[in-house]
């Protein structure tokens, strides 16, 4: 394989980092890779903010659910679904008519957009040696992450990211087994993947038990169920209207 699968396919997440800082110039390099991601209809309509107050960097790590490496990280970056620029730019220079960007297709072309552009930059820090480790977490309160960044409408989080040099070498997750997730022609009937994903699930189990020196045995299907009882955010939805997306 080339070296670019091979970064890819040795990604995990890192959650400890050496105090090894990055140049303003190599992050914006990443940053550059993250805008050579795909666009719908080129949009463009990603911001990422560089949060380097301490102060705002222990308020994130506090929302995100008390996770310190969003404060001891090298770099934490909010990387934001942001039509309001275009929005601007439209009333400012064209102004034929008041745009209007809050239908739900450009909602979700804003968020596809966001997570493309991300990916390309995990895929080039860690093409250099470097570790990163996504922040859903920013979601648990969104009405504070968007006064503590001065969000205006049209813009909302969609995750952190925090970015460094590896202190930790963690085995990689086993991902599902590709029998669940590549189909040809036509999604599977229900049933037709059971004995893989069985499977999928012994494995899982023994990798947290590897892990946790055996404190911790639990399948995927098992945290899978609680994530869908627990990961629930249900002022999202609220939020998102609020910040003038998803209305029609």
């Known amino acids: 394989m080339n070296d670019t699968i091979a970064t890819i ?3 995990r997440s890192i959650r400890r980092f050496s105090d090894q800082p990055l140049a303003d110039s190599q992050l ?3 940053i550059r890779a993250g805008q050579m991601a795909s666009s719908s209809s080129f949009i463009q309509a990603v911001s990422v903010i560089r ?9 994130f790590a506090k929302l995100a659910g008390g996770q310190p490496y969003v404060e001891s990280a090298p770099e934490f970056l909010v990387f934001c679904a942001d039509l309001s620029r275009n929005r601007d730019r439209i009333r400012r220079d064209v102004a034929a008519e008041e745009p209007d960007f809050s ?17 390309n930059v995990v895929v080039a820090a ?6 990163c480790c996504y922040i859903g977490g920013i979601r648990n309160d969104p009405e504070q992450v968007t006064e503590l960044l001065a969000l205006p409408d049209l813009v909302y989080p969609v995750f952190g990211l925090c970015l460094g040099y590896p202190d930790q070498d963690p085995a990689a997750k086993p991902r599902l ?6 189909h040809q022609n036509a999604y599977p009937e229900r049933g037709e993947t ?14 947290y038990q590897r892990r946790t020196n ?9 945290q899978m169920a609680k994530q869908s009882a627990s990961q629930t955010r249900k002022f999202m939805g609220e939020y998102i209207k609020k910040q003038g997306f998803n209305q029609h």
């Open 194 to 207: 059971d004995v893989v994903l069985d499977e999928y699930d012994a494995e899982v189990a023994d990798y």
């Open 9 to 11: 396919l040795k990604h």
């Open 51 to 59: 949060v380097s107050d301490s102060a705002n960097r222990a308020k």
């Open 103 to 119: 239908w739900t297709e450009q909602f979700i072309a804003a968020t596809v957009d966001v997570a493309l552009f991300a990916q």
């Open 28 to 30: 914006k390099e990443y």
């Open 177 to 182: 087994p590709i029998e669940a997730v590549f």
């Open 126 to 131: 860690e093409s250099d040696g470097l570790g």
């Open 214 to 222: 055996g404190k911790l045995n639990v399948t995927f299907t098992q």
